[in-house]
């Protein structure tokens, strides 16, 4: 033991210069997908500025490099993505998109947080209403609910409504799929000892349902942001004047590839922002639950 | 949850009601929506346009599926999914894989694994019609996309959680990494794989019906939207019916088929647990 102890002192002294090989390998994760994306991006910007074709011209002669020359109509450019994103930050016009998509993102998935998972809670807890609602969810669940987009332009029109319909009728049923999961999930045990003691069946709900239930809610909730973000796009491009979805796809339409593509930005920032978010709460709420769950 | 208090033995009609409790109650619901949703179209509840009625659909189908534009509607859609998700098996399990095996491979692709998986595909709908115009391709490059990462993230997920003994015994023995990998990390992804497959059908099926509503010339989806833009209800229904009937038998088939694999899954697994 005491001899480790003497050996110690170097080896820290030679951490404290690491060799360029140590370094690497330490950062490695690091390096290598910053490296990647580097290179995906230095491409895609050769490619639409034609510098692989005068590269590779006197090799390939003229007819063949041209074809490693795409043009920006179809591709843009990391550094067009930039301007344009600088130029529609400056002119406003990105603000009133994302404000337009944000609005109706927080309708829509507050609306589904409000109706689906007490509606999966009550599945759960309530064995008939189990039985009577049972075939339409899981039919609606086994179903790309995009497909009730037409009938809902039919029903609502094109407006704010039934955008906000559209991203609550995607988001809805995995959280109400995930409070059913937690409340079938519940310690049986726990279930039975609260019975024995004649407890009502409010206080078992609140007290052993509930606090089984919140990791189940919070994967429902990672689940359900995927979709509303679907639905938010989704509804944008077929009833909509505004927003991201109406930018990519008005954009598209028009071949103005830099916006379509500054849209796509935007949502991927949102994505990453909302996916941190609820990886935050999970972790914090993961002290919570119970050990009879997760057995 | 509140299952029997009531210790009596039931006799009769009220036991064959006890024992198919969940089968009654469950067709009687059905039964009741479609009388209700036939009422409200009978008796005009509801401006019949918006609605249609069960009976309207129901000759609308038989109509539908005698039309040979149908049928090729719904060839195109099969077609679109089929290259599209044989393609993204193709390339997601052996991409699963590497990344699996290979921490520095894993390194390079997660970034655009990340990226891909928080973005919605569709959001590239618009770029990928530029590029490959509205026929089928750029559907199957849709469905592609979409069912792509469930089946990556799971088969690498499969990689990842290969049994830590078994791994131990074949190095004990020498077993080279090839070997390693054939016997004991390929078997034990293969349920993996088939979960990743699962979760990928919904997206597949996803993007058809996104793709085709965006813009396509014929398929499942272009039925539906080109039905709801000439205000034919009963029609577009149709349309949803299969869509849907597609979705749930899809989804029996691959919940039989990946409990089947489940047996592959190593047994210790299931003891650690």
Redesign the interface.
């Known amino acids: 033991m005491s001899r480790t102890k003497v050996m110690n002192p170097p080896v820290s002294r030679f951490e404290a210069s690491p060799s360029p090989l140590q370094v690497y390998l330490r950062f ?2 690091g390096i ?2 910053t ?3 580097i290179a ?1 991006l230095l491409i895609w910007q050769g490619l639409s500025t034609g510098v692989f074709a005068d590269w590779l011209s006197p090799l390939l002669g003229d007819q063949g490099a041209s074809k490693l020359w795409i043009k920006p109509i ?1 591709i843009s450019s990391p550094t067009r993505v930039v301007a344009k994103t600088g130029e529609m930050m400056a002119s406003g016009e990105l603000w009133e998109h994302l404000s337009s998509s944000g609005i109706s993102f927080i309708l829509g998935s507050t609306i589904a947080i409000v109706v689906g998972i007490p509606l999966g809670l009550a599945i ?5 209403l189990r ?6 969810l ?3 669940n ?3 609910q ?6 809902m ?3 609502t029109g094109t407006g704010m409504a039934t955008r906000v319909l559209i991203i609550a009728t995607v988001t809805f049923i995995p959280l109400t799929m995930s409070a059913w999961t937690a ?1 079938k999930t519940a310690d049986p045990r726990l ?1 039975k000892v609260a019975k024995s003691f004649c407890s009502s069946d409010y206080q078992r709900f609140r007290d052993i349902i509930l606090p089984t239930s919140i990791p189940f809610l919070l994967s429902g909730l990672r689940l359900g942001i ?1 979709r509303a ?2 639905g938010v ?2 509804g944008e ?2 009833a909509a004047t505004s927003g991201v ?1 109406y930018l ?2 008005v ?3 028009s ?1 103005q ?1 830099d916006s ?2 500054v ?2 930005a935007m ?2 920032l949102f ?2 922002l909302l ?1 941190a978010l609820i990886n935050s709460i999970e972790k914090r709420y993961a002290k919570w639950r119970p050990s009879g769950a997760a057995k | 949850m509140s299952t029997a208090i009531d210790r009596r033995a039931p006799t009769g009609l009220r036991r064959i009601y006890e024992q198919n409790e969940r089968l009654i109650i469950g067709v009687g619901s059905v039964i009741a929506f479609l009388i209700i949703w036939e009422a409200a179209f009978r008796f005009s509840w509801v401006n019949p346009t918006f609605i249609s009625g069960p009976s309207q659909v129901f000759l609308a189908a038989i109509k539908t599926f005698k039309s040979a534009d149908f049928h090729t509607d719904i060839q195109t859609s099969a077609l679109e999914f089929i290259i599209g998700y044989l393609m993204s098996i193709g390339i997601g399990v052996p991409l699963g894989l590497a990344t699996g095996s290979s921490k520095r491979i894993s390194y390079l692709v997660s970034p655009f694994v990340h990226i891909l998986n928080i973005v919605p595909r569709i959001t590239l709908l618009p770029v990928i019609i530029i590029w490959f115009g509205i026929g089928i391709w750029s559907k199957v490059l849709v469905v592609f996309l979409g069912a792509l990462i469930p089946i990556l993230i799971s088969t690498y997920g499969g990689v990842k959680t290969s049994e830590e003994r078994f791994m131990k015994v074949a190095r004990s023995f020498n077993a080279s990494p090839s070997r390693t990998f054939i016997t004991i990390v390929l078997p034990g992804t293969v349920p993996f794989i088939f979960t990743g497959i699962k979760y990928g059908t919904g997206r597949a099926l996803l993007g058809v019906i996104v793709g085709e509503l965006y813009a396509a010339t014929a398929g499942i989806g272009y039925f539906i939207a080109a039905a709801g833009n000439s205000l034919e209800t009963d029609k577009m229904l149709v349309g949803v019916g299969v869509v849907i009937a597609v979705g749930l038998i899809a989804l029996e088939v691959l919940n039989r088929v990946e409990k089947r694999f489940d047996r592959w899954r190593p047994v210790v697994e299931s003891e650690k647990s």
């Open positions: 490695e994760q290598l997908g490296f990647s994306i995906v179809f759960g807890w309530y064995r008939k039985y009577a609602l049972e075939p339409f899981l039919a609606y086994a179903t790309p995009v497909v009730f987009i037409p009938l332009i039919i029903w409340v279930l995927g973000m679907v796009v989704v491009i077929y979805g990519i796809n954009s598209g339409s071949f590839t379509v593509f849209g796509i949502i991927a994505g990453l996916t």
